[in-house]
């Protein structure tokens, strides 16, 4: 009885122990019932830049299968074809925005502050493109981005989502090539100086033209007057 007794308490122990000994996949889930928020700070260098705006659309829904999350993409975009499965690339950013333009899909546009800070709230959980559809004065537009609303981070859903695109001020014009200048073209009636022309021989060449004419006529009656 005793022996038993003891076989008992010792495959309790070996239960307890098995219990203890497996491995948790316990994680936190989503709660699909919030709301989202995305924060964009735009600054160069360190400052605020502000002006311009941001237009958001809501290109992922959220999708579970047997506890893993992933985005398929909502009907706007379904026509795309493009793969959900690398959000952090630029170029899907950048041929979904693409589509976007393309095909006139709305989203919502939000004027950035003076401060700098642009936010989107009160979103439906799931994947977000963020297109800059007008620049701040003296800045390039923002490449699009995609944002993930929420954001699995440090094993915790964050969903106030907080963005910091990367941004470059605009690259100076080339100069314009100087052109040649084109000279002066006289006006009607004006006569164009002639190099190496003098005036003052025109009255002197007259006199003496008029003593050659009154040398010969003097010669010619002369010898008339011998003649006769």
């Not at 307890?16 to 000994?21: G, K, S």
């Not at 939000?110 to 799931?126: E, F, K, P, R, Y």
């Not at 440090?154 to 605009?170: D, G, S, T």
């Amino acid at each position: 009885m005793r022996i038993k007794k003891r076989l008992s308490a010792l495959l309790f122990t070996l239960l307890l122990c098995c219990a203890f000994c497996v491995p948790s996949y316990a994680h936190e889930v989503p709660d699909m019932t919030k709301a989202g928020s995305i924060t964009a700070s735009m600054t160069y260098e360190g400052e605020a830049v502000g002006g311009g705006s941001l237009t958001f659309y809501r290109v992922g829904d959220v999708s579970e299968d047997d506890g893993n999350y992933s985005f398929t993409l909502t009907e706007d975009f379904a026509g795309s074809g493009l793969a959900l499965d690398n959000i952090s690339d630029a170029a899907l950013a950048e041929d979904l925005a693409e589509y976007a333009d393309a095909n006139r899909i709305s989203g919502t546009t939000v004027q950035i502050g003076s401060d700098g800070q642009v936010t989107a709230d009160n979103l439906t959980l799931g994947l977000y493109l963020a297109v800059q559809t007008e620049a701040a004065d003296g800045y390039e537009a923002v490449s699009p981005f995609l944002v993930s609303v929420p954001m699995y981070e440090n094993e915790a859903y964050i969903y106030n989502v907080n963005a910091e695109p990367k941004m470059e001020p605009l690259s100076p014009s080339p100069a314009a090539p100087e052109e040649p200048e084109t000279p002066a073209e006289p006006s009607p009636g004006t006569k164009l100086p002639q190099t190496g022309q003098l005036n003052w021989p025109v009255p002197v060449l007259t006199v003496l033209g008029l003593c050659l004419i009154l040398a010969g006529w003097e010669l010619r009656v002369g010898k008339q007057s011998y003649e006769a």
